[in-house]
Nanobody
Framework: QVQLVESGGGLVQPGGSLRLTCAAS????????MGWYRQAPGKQRELVAA???????NYADSVTGRFTIARDNAKNTVYLKMNSLKFEDTGVYYC??????????????WGQGSQVTVSS
């Protein structure tokens, strides 16, 4: 059982930066794959970035080179640093914790979401 709480969203201008934080409860944080997803109005939720339990990151093509995901297992926390923000980055950003068994996803835990709005 995991509880996830996001913070750090807000309104920024194009080209600006923002850092999202996800704080997790539970005793097995270090074994979860952690990720950030976003959902724009009228669109499906999409993966933005993820980091494995071993610290290996991967990113959506649209954010590669601009966003950075990192985890601090000692603090049960995962971050998403967003630079050079664009209008199309606007959406609700959700923290995700994924339980794997034999490399197969068994269960996903989700936070409540944090709004990010990029507007001039």
């Amino acid at each position: 059982q995991v509880q996830l709480v996001e913070s750090g969203g807000g309104l920024v201008q194009p080209g600006g930066s923002l850092r999202l934080t996800c704080a997790a409860s539970g005793t097995f944080f270090s074994i979860y794959t952690m990720g950030w997803y976003r959902q724009a109005p009228g669109k499906q939720r999409e993966l933005v970035a993820a980091v494995s339990s071993g610290g290996r990151p991967n990113y959506a093509d649209s954010v590669t080179g601009r966003f950075t995901i990192a985890r601090d297992n000692a603090k049960n926390t995962v971050y998403l640093k967003m630079n050079s923000l664009k209008f199309e980055d606007t959406g609700v950003y959700y923290c995700n914790a994924r339980v794997l068994r034999n490399a197969v996803a068994q269960h996903d835990y989700w936070g409540q979401g944090s709004q990010v709005t990029v507007s001039s």
